[in-house]
């Protein structure tokens, strides 16, 4: 038997919203986009219906016009806004809302790192060492403590640690054949003789007053330059950095994570002593817990609100300078792996690095 023809509607898709928000993000989202707002952040044009979609609007036009495609064209990672402080699974993130009371108490603004992003340096150290004598330790100086303020570096130094803490296991033939001792032999002597002396300050004096003849050391020179103005006044915002009062529970989370994966690979050249050390120290990243990322600052939305407009104020003030200084670095890095390729290419040494600008260690998850 063949029964009668049933009546088929089929709903209208045109115009529908593509993503479901919830109201645990919709509140959340509601009170800080109302302060972007206020901010000139976000502009009334933003608003499509969701109070998410209107603060991811203002966030990503903001991103840009800071300079985050040309910080994109060497840094592997992400800057968001969330409520958590890393990424989570549907199934945590439906355990997380079931446990909490109330609203959100404060998002976060975190920035983190998928790899790390390679920067082969000594080619270009003998290229200013060429210029005056002190100007690799000025320029090493500049740079790294100004990508420290954005992200954890690896470099000489970790490895290092690294290095001293195996070695007192192994025996002198041992030693002999490990690749440890080489941290220490080979650091460049224009590094060695002169680092411990260059404070921050002298540092930046002597890139301001020396003037090399090679253009490419001078572009080298301004962008370091670039970088510290970006980063004036702005400190690294580690996420040991917060308080009890910043993230309720942060102590327990902090206890139970590892250090942040490194944003970047500082080495004097491909395959050095500093690197076999780096990719020893990665096999174990993240092996006893969660990461911690490599910038986090609170938004606490509960304030009254001219408090909580300063406070938005000051965490978009710090991911502005923090993309204008990545993105002045990001320049730097690409003329650092121009002079690397020229050194390869007058050494008739192949290159291992990639092609296109990209990472030294990929962190998997």
């Known amino acids: 038997m063949i029964g009668l023809p049933l009546a088929v509607s089929v709903p209208r898709l045109k115009g529908m919203r593509w993503r479901y928000c919830t109201r645990w ?5 509601a009170t800080l986009g109302m302060s972007l707002l206020r901010l000139g952040i976000c502009q009334p044009s933003d608003w499509s219906g969701s109070a998410v979609d209107f603060v991811e609007r203002g966030f990503n036009r903001f991103c840009r016009e800071n300079g985050a495609a040309e910080a994109k064209r060497v840094w592997v990672g992400e800057l968001r806004i969330g409520d958590s402080l890393f990424e989570l699974t549907e199934q945590e993130r439906n355990q997380m809302e079931a446990e ?38 000025a320029f090493y ?66 890139l301001q007053e020396i003037k090399p003849a090679a253009p490419l050391a001078r572009q080298l020179i301004r962008h ?19 308080t009890e009062k910043d993230a309720p529970g942060i102590s327990d989370w902090l206890m139970d994570a590892e250090s942040s994966r490194p944003g970047c690979l500082i080495t004097w050249y491909e395959n050095d002593a500093i690197n076999a050390c780096f990719d020893e120290d990665a096999q174990h990243m993240g092996e006893n817990g969660p990461c911690q990322p490599n910038v986090v600052r609170p938004i606490r939305l509960g304030r009254p609100i001219r408090k909580l407009d300063e406070e938005v104020r000051r965490v978009f003030e710090h991911a502005g300078a923090m ?14 792996r121009e002079l690397y390729d ?22 998997n998850q």
């Not at 975190?110 to 004598?133: M, N, Q, V």
């Open 25 to 29: 993000d919709e509140g959340p989202a």
């Open 100 to 137: 909490r009371e109330g609203a959100t108490p404060q998002l976060f603004l975190t920035g983190d790192y998928e790899a790390a992003a390679s920067i082969p340096i000594g080619a270009t150290l003998r290229r200013l060492e060429a210029e005056d004598e002190l100007l690799p330790a």
């Open 141 to 206: 100086r500049v740079f790294v403590a100004n990508l420290y303020k954005w992200m954890r570096v690896y470099e000489y130094v970790d490895a290092q640690e690294h290095a001293e803490m195996w070695m007192e296991d192994l025996d002198e033939e041992e030693l002999q054949a490990s690749v440890y001792r080489k941290v220490e032999t080979e650091i460049p002597s224009c590094i060695q003789k002169h680092a411990s002396r260059m404070g921050h300050n002298r540092a930046c004096r002597l």
């Open 224 to 242: 370091v330059l670039e970088m510290d103005a970006h980063g004036l006044g702005h400190k690294h915002a580690w996420p040991g950095h917060l």
């Open 323 to 336: 993309l204008q200084s990545l993105a002045s670095g990001a320049k730097v890095v690409e003329i650092i």
């Open 342 to 363: 020229e050194y390869l290419r007058e050494h008739r040494i192949q290159p291992g690095l990639p092609v296109e600008p990209g990472a030294s260690g990929i962190w």
